[in-house]
C-alpha cells in the first residue's frame, strides 16, 4: 500500500480544511487508515482512526467534534476534515494504513506511511 496525504496549506484560526489520504494497493480496501500529526519541535501523536469499512472511527480527545474521517473505498480514498482550525493544529499531517483492518487508534499495528501534507493555521 501507498500512501499519500494532500490538502494542507495556509489557513486562518477558525477556517476550515478537508485533507485526503489517496492510496494505491489492493489492500487498502481492507486496511483501517489513521491520521497522525508532528508539529514542529513535538512528537507525531495520533489524531483520528477508522476502520475498513468505515464503520468504526476514533478521535484523540482534543479532536472530538472539530475533526471528522471518512473514506470512500470506491476511490480509495481517505479524508480527514479539520473545522475550527487552532493554531496548535499546525503540524505535517500524515495517514497510515493498518493491514489488520481494524480502526486505527495509534501507532500499534501501522504497516504503511505516507508522506505528510503541511497545515498551518495562522492567528
Known amino acids: 500500500v501507498q500512501l499519500q496525504a494532500s490538502g494542507g496549506g495556509l489557513v486562518q484560526a477558525g477556517d476550515s480544511l478537508r485533507l485526503s489520504c489517496a492510496a494505491s494497493?489492493?489492500?487498502?480496501?481492507?486496511?483501517?487508515v489513521g491520521w497522525f500529526r508532528q508539529a514542529p519541535g513535538k512528537d507525531r501523536e495520533f489524531v483520528a482512526g477508522?476502520?475498513?469499512?468505515?464503520?468504526?472511527?476514533a478521535y484523540a480527545d482534543s479532536m472530538k467534534g472539530r475533526f471528522a474521517i471518512s473514506r470512500d473505498n470506491a476511490k480509495n480514498t481517505v479524508y480527514l476534515q479539520m473545522n475550527n482550525l487552532e493554531t496548535e493544529d499546525t503540524a505535517v499531517y500524515y495517514c497510515?494504513?493498518?493491514?489488520?483492518?481494524?480502526?486505527?487508534?495509534?501507532?500499534?499495528?501501522?504497516?504503511?506511511w505516507g508522506k505528510g501534507t503541511l497545515v498551518t493555521v495562522s492567528s
Open positions: 494497493g489492493r489492500t487498502f480496501s481492507s486496511s483501517g
Open positions: 477508522i476502520s475498513w469499512n468505515g464503520g468504526s472511527t
Open positions: 497510515a494504513a493498518d493491514e489488520r483492518g481494524g480502526v486505527v487508534t495509534g501507532f500499534y499495528g501501522v504497516d504503511y
